[in-house]
């Protein structure tokens, strides 16, 4: 079993349980104290038509990395990311391995005026009514940890409450089957998840085979503004950072020399 299969099969026992003690009636009503979806992807679309657009990410630890930042303040950030320049956010919620809390995805939103991605271990389409209850704008659907019917029933639990799905791959047969959905938002996720290595070359591989219309997210291992500056090269204007502005202690000002160098 890779790491991959690992955490979701976790995943799969955790939301068992929770889903056991809410219906989605109860969340979707719950949802509907939360203010309408912020249009994640028409943020991103309109951003990298003429400069950068980024996601970036609220992240406290990682399976490789351990602990990435101890003074963790998700509304700081979150503040922090949008004074910076960038136009989405995702937020960890995964507990057993990234150190993540739904609280954290609820404070982050409400302290700016950013969408937000719930960033986690989607197996389940139930977990899609939890996300939006909490006030999430878009989910991600990773491809290979999921069959295509249940891609497919996660996407369209996404798009009945107007949210927003993230479609993540990593080579070429996965892109193959994100092409299958109906989402045109596809984030190539340059970390190798059985060796836990980052390669930008895995976004420049995958470019040209993205279905017609896609904005597509390099996701991964992104540094510097040369980083950046190499995807553009190969069409790339969308990117989904984590770790390297959480180390800095001046996240807004390492915001925006991500993104102006
Ligand atoms: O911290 P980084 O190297 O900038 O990476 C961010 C993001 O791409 C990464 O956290 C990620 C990509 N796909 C995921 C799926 C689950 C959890 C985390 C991720």
Redesign the pocket.
């Known amino acids: 079993m890779n790491k991959l299969e690992e955490i979701c099969a976790n995943k799969r026992v955790e939301v068992g349980q929770r889903r056991a003690e809410r219906s989605v009636t109860a969340l979707d009503h719950r949802a509907a104290g939360r203010s309408a979806p912020r249009g994640f992807e028409n943020a991103l679309r309109k951003r990298a038509n003429d400069g950068f657009a980024l996601i970036a990410?609220i992240?406290k630890a990682?399976p490789s990395k351990g602990l990435i930042r101890a003074d963790f303040q998700p509304a700081d950030h979150a503040r922090a990311y949008e004074a910076g320049g960038a136009t989405c956010l995702?937020v960890?919620t995964?507990a057993p391995y990234?150190q993540g809390h739904e609280d954290y995805l609820v404070e982050a939103r409400e302290a700016c005026s950013l969408p937000v991605l719930r960033?986690d271990?989607m197996v389940d389409p139930w977990q899609v009514a939890e996300a939006r209850s909490i006030g999430a704008d878009a989910i991600?659907i990773?491809v290979a940890a999921l069959e295509d019917s249940v891609m497919a029933e996660i996407e369209a639990a996404a798009r009945e409450r107007k949210m927003d799905v993230l479609v993540?791959v990593h080579d070429e047969a996965e892109m193959e089957r994100a092409a299958r959905l109906n989402s045109r938002l596809i984030?190539v996720?340059n970390?190798d998840l059985k060796t836990f290595t980052?390669d930008l070359a895995t976004t420049e591989r995958l470019v040209s085979l993205a279905p017609e219309g896609t904005l597509l997210v390099g996701?991964?291992?992104?540094n510097t503004h040369a980083d950046c500056e190499r995807l553009a090269a190969a069409g790339v204007r969308t990117f989904?950072?984590?770790?390297?502005l959480?180390r800095q202690e001046d996240v807004a000002a390492a915001t925006r020399n991500l993104l102006q160098g």
């Open positions: 990410e992240k990682s995702s960890l995964d990234f960033k271990f991600l990773i993540e984030g996720n970390r980052t996701e991964s291992g992104i989904l950072v984590g770790e390297s959480m």
